[in-house]
């Protein structure tokens, strides 16, 4: 199988080296992965959010020429925010030929609340603050599909990696089904993938983030493109859970995942 998301050293929440990572991914069978380092574009105003992207870049390079025959390296980013500067987003898919482009939603703008989620203290949150949260992460997403050129949706519903997972919190997903179906149906018309991401396994949220019944439903509209992504932030993770992934999704229905090269979908067999 091939690792969708990967974060390294030019992520400014992960310390993996390229090519202990690559080692990794070798060692626990997989055919390739991909580098997709953060651009966070929230802080464009006043950090260079381009500069890491082109040393992961750079580096997918080196690596590529070290694995030639045992390993493909794609190169990408993730792109967080896209929506809020869409200049800024712009500037950062123009800087580089990215084999594929992740479109995240990290922080929502729900007002008062805008850092990124993943700092948020959700327990001190009200149930109808959760629910208008998850409300307009929902909208915004929805947005950034309809505005922003990339290839992959990333973690669909990951607040709920910090709001369930790290706080306890239970959250039913009922109220949400529809903007989940709309998501869905126009990531099938503009041919966006759709990411099966693997890091909660084994964590307090042990699931797929999103959960089975959301990729079965995927499915069910006719969905075919995922990709897989650990979304791992140490070396460890890389890989991480795909034998139960593919199972699942096998299971499920879908024959093929899927891989990016120059932005183009490549099938493999599940
Ligand atoms: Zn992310
Ligand atoms: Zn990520």
């Known amino acids: ?46 950090m260079d959010v381009i500069r890491p992207i082109r040393d992961s870049v750079a580096a997918v390079y080196e690596a590529r020429e070290r694995y030639q025959g045992r390993l493909k390296i794609c190169s990408g980013v993730e792109i967080g925010e896209g929506i809020w500067f869409p200049d800024s987003a712009k500037k950062v898919l123009a800087a580089e030929e990215y084999d594929v482009v992740l479109g995240s939603v990290h922080a929502v703008r729900y007002p008062n609340f805008t850092i990124p989620y993943a700092q948020l203290n959700f327990s001190k949150f009200t149930r109808q603050q959760l629910e208008e949260f998850m409300d307009i992460y929902f909208d915004d997403m929805l947005e950034m599909i309809q505005n922003m050129d990339f290839d992959i949706l990333t973690h669909l519903t990951c607040p709920l990696r910090y709001i369930t997972g790290k706080y306890g919190i239970e959250m039913s997903l009922k109220p949400y089904r529809e903007k989940i179906d709309r998501i869905f149906r126009e990531i099938i018309d503009r041919s966006i993938a759709f990411e099966v991401n693997t890091a909660s396994l084994g964590t307090n949220y042990n699931v797929l983030v999103p959960e089975v019944e959301f990729i079965r439903r995927y499915h069910e509209l006719g969905g075919k493109l995922i990709t897989v992504g650990s979304d791992s932030h140490m070396v460890c993770n890389v890989g991480k859970g795909f034998d139960f992934t593919r199972n699942t999704l096998k299971e499920i229905g879908f024959e093929h995942g899927y891989w990016y090269e120059k932005r183009k979908p490549m099938a493999y067999k599940l």
């Open 1 to 46: 199988m091939y690792d969708m998301h990967n974060h390294t050293n030019h992520s400014h929440d992960a310390q993996s080296d390229i090519f202990e990572l690559c080692e990794k991914a070798c060692e626990k069978g997989l055919l390739g992965i991909a580098i997709t380092d953060h651009c966070d574009n929230e802080f464009c105003g006043w």
